[in-house]
């Protein structure tokens, strides 16, 4: 007896706790900074959040995600469209305070990824995708590589990471090397830029992939996708997802659309802020719902929250702010002095004499970049003696500071070179006041901002 009564407090207690359980889940549900609960954000469709991601096992680093967009299924209809998310994105990540939005993966994987998404977009996410850049290369060439207009000379190089873009304007066929080039290539655009080159991509993909000869190329293709893809979708959905999305490009494309906002520098670091009641309103029609009061509302008081810890990031009220970046900062740093300890440093002797030789110009260059003023080496490839002289004082009436670079071998076009791939300074670098050619090498060690390489087409 004694036994029965004791079963049936436990199941008393159990009963208890599990009503309580769901009665505080009910009544004090987790809101987003929007007011909302998880239960009214938009769930009209098959939201699929898709991560390109590049983790770095050997250094131990998770990595960052990307590539980030959304895929929006409509299972009745079998149509389907595209939200691509500028990675730059300053969003509030939970228990991280506010960062860009590719750094949630770097805090806290997919999970906090995809939480981050559903506050920023007033949606529900009911599954993910998870792209690993590692097996981008051999997807790419598993496929027999893609056909690309390439839209202009694309220059990059990272001598910490290794890291080079070196694409020419035009059509080309891109293997999997240079498609991850193409991808990846940022400059004075930003991540629109690079928004536009991955859409533009995705779809030299599909074209491929719907080709004739594509079947030679299944068995590989099935392996690379296994090896590269992580995804929670059941394999049903995703034969419905593709066949959705074939039918749609085929009779009038794939919907794509971009976040809505604007880029803007804050202590240096760039970002994409978002228009959160352009947003919420793009959502309401991607997600084919009505706005009700309740979901405006929401958007006006996020928009405000949002308004208010931009504001107080600009005024420099945020110990926090840009945490991220200056984690990068001291990570290349580290590097670098790495880097210089296996190469063996230059001697003091060494060291001294070519800082001798820089004399008082560069000493003078060097006070004015620390406070901020873009400093540029102009060196006179023009083959005209009165050309160099000319284009310095357009520059210093720009607002440049310039270092006589000396005269170079001839040219034909004028070419501009940034040492770094701050945002802040490849734009400024894109205003130089004449026409030329912006390529990025980014070199910790220089001593000005960007060289100018003065050509023949100078004018």
Known sequence: ????????????????????YMLFGYLNPEKGMD???????????????VLGVDERAEEHD??????????????????ASLLSIPRDTRVRIKGHGWDKINHAYAY?????TQNTVEELLGIHINNYVMVDFKGFKGLVDAIGGVDIDVEKDMYYHDTWDGFKIDLKKGRQHLDGQTA????????????????????????????????????????????????????????????????????MVKEKGLAMATVPGTPEYIDGISYWLPDITDLREQMVKMQGATMTDRYKSAAELMEQEYTAAVEK???GDDSAENKEAVKEEKEQLEKKKEAEAKAGKVSKDAKDDKDAKA??????????????????????????????????ARLRSAGFTVISGGSGEVVAQTTVISTTNNGAVVGRLSNVPFSHKLRISRDGAADCDGVIMLGADYK
């Open 1 to 20: 007896m004694r036994s029965i009564f004791e079963a049936k407090i436990l199941m008393i207690v159990a009963a208890v706790c599990a009503v309580a």
């Open 62 to 79: 998770v990595g960052r995600s990307d590539t980030l967009f959304v895929v929006m299924f409509d299972t009745d209809k079998k149509a």
């Open 180 to 247: 991850i080039q193409y991808v990846r290539y940022r400059d004075e655009e930003g991540d629109i830029g690079r928004i536009r080159r991955q859409q533009h991509f995705i779809m030299a993909v599909y074209e491929r992939i719907t080709s004739a000869n594509m079947l030679l190329h299944i068995p590989g293709l099935a392996k690379q996708l296994t090896n590269m893809v992580k995804t929670d979708l059941p394999l049903s959905d995703m034969v419905d997802l593709g066949r959705a999305l074939h039918s």
């Open 359 to 392: 004399g008082k110009a560069d000493q003078t260059a060097e006070v004015k970049k620390s406070a901020g003023t873009t400093v540029v080496r102009l060196v006179n490839c023009s083959g005209s003696k009165t050309a160099g002289a000319d284009a310095a």
């Open 313 to 315: 990031a600009k005024s």
């Open 108 to 112: 806290g994987g997919r999970e906090l």
């Open 35 to 49: 007011n909302l609960a998880p239960s009214d954000r938009l769930n009209m469709k098959k939201n699929i959040v």
